[in-house]
């Protein structure tokens, strides 16, 4: 039965995932901004913030209209790309970038 559904080659899966880097790079770095002021604000270091993955993989889902699996893939593509610092569940933009 699963030899039925067609899958999408390598490379086209690739270009999909690769053409959300630039608004998720946008998204990531407004909620960064965000959370960089909400420790501000409360006196703790800025350099602290971090936005969870989670947390951008929903936003991802609700405003680019995709699923959460699309939404994590996307998010562990820009991970190995080297388009963002990870550690644990959290991403912070890289330095200089958008």
Known sequence: MN???KTKPDHKQSQEIQSFYEPVLVMLNN???VKRGNLERR???ADNAAVTKEELAQQM???LKITI?????????????????????????KVGEL
Do not use: E, N, T
């Open 43 to 45: 006196g703790y270091p």
């Open 69 to 93: 699996w699309l939404a994590h893939q996307v998010i562990a593509s820009l991970v190995k790309a080297d388009q963002v610092i990870s550690f644990g569940g959290y991403l912070k933009p």
């Open 61 to 63: 889902a609700y405003c």
């Open 3 to 5: 030899r039925q559904f």
């Open 31 to 33: 909620m960064y901004q």
